[in-house]
């Protein structure tokens, strides 16, 4: 799976997790294990899902040390099952044993996140209508966890405050109104960002699409009234789908004909997929 990501900023979560974790040494391993042992690590689903962050795990233990060996049995986006092998990491104990923790942190978050997205993504079926995700996401994992949504076949919305425009009802308090916003907005902003607009009724969909919104947000609208909101902006602007959205309702609001809905739970309440890692006998030249 071919998904752009920006291992600079990867490996800087990495090298802080690992900080954070190690402080001046482990002190267990090194009480317990010679400098030398050596072992054989296997990494296993203990449940059913999407695997999402196998080169982060890898590159946990490369950054401890560049010599372990590190063995994927799956790629990233596969479905494995409960018991299936998904990598081997080979080399000093004490190493693998060191980045054991934040490797499988990593992992199996990440595969918790593809997973969820997989499954709310099969919920829209053949509607063109895309799964996104929103900045509700663990504060320092952003671009690891937009990149667990893209895996698991969803969208990303906006990485962060810096790359779109989003017009939401606290903004437009301020601002004095819909049609104000927007144009402060289109005034100070480049003509390559995007403006979205969060509104809540049809007049400020009427609104929005006058003020020339590029995308409007319907927030906790009901189906009939999205069914409506639709007709309107006659694809004028893309249409966004935002608020409780249930797998219950999933289904029910991709079929209104809007072209996004966001799922903040996609991040921000998910559960870990269940992933161990159990190590062989140890070998020591000693």
Not at 166 to 185: R, S
Not at 271 to 281: F, H, P, T, V, Y
């Amino acid at each position: 799976m071919d998904l752009q990501i920006n291992w600079f900023l990867v490996d800087k979560i990495i090298k802080q997790a690992l900080e954070e974790d190690i402080g001046t040494g482990d002190l267990t391993s090194s009480s317990i294990i010679p400098a030398d042992a050596t072992t054989r690590g296997i990494i296993h689903a203990k449940e059913a899902g999407i695997v999402a962050g196998i080169e982060v795990a890898r590159r946990v233990f490369a950054f401890l040390d560049p010599k372990i060996v590190f063995f994927p049995r799956v790629a990233d986006g596969q479905s494995v099952e409960k018991g299936e092998i998904i990598a081997e990491v080979e080399g000093k104990a004490r190493v693998i044993l060191m980045g054991e923790r934040l490797a499988l942190n990593l992992l199996q978050r990440l595969s918790g996140i593809a997973t969820r997205t997989a499954g709310l993504v099969s919920l829209v079926g053949e509607l063109r209508t895309r799964i996104v995700d929103t900045r509700k996401t663990t504060p320092g994992l952003r671009i690891l966890e937009k990149y667990a949504v893209r895996v698991g076949g969803g969208h990303n919305h906006r990485f962060g405050l810096y790359d779109a425009v989003m017009i939401k009802d606290n903004h437009i308090k301020v601002a004095g109104g819909i049609t104000k916003a927007i144009e402060l907005a289109k005034r100070d902003v480049p003509h390559t960002v995007k403006i979205e607009v969060e509104v809540e009724n049809l007049a400020g969909v009427q609104e929005a699409l006058d003020a020339e919104a590029d995308i409007i947000m319907l927030d906790n609208m009901d189906l009939e009234t999205m069914r409506q909101a639709v007709k309107l902006i006659a694809g004028r602007a893309l249409v966004e789908a935002s608020g409780n959205m249930t797998e219950e309702r999933i289904p029910q609001v991709a079929q209104t004909g809007v072209d996004i809905i966001s799922v903040g739970a996609l991040t921000h309440s998910i559960k870990a997929l269940d992933i161990s890692l159990d190590i062989g006998s140890i070998k020591s030249r000693a």
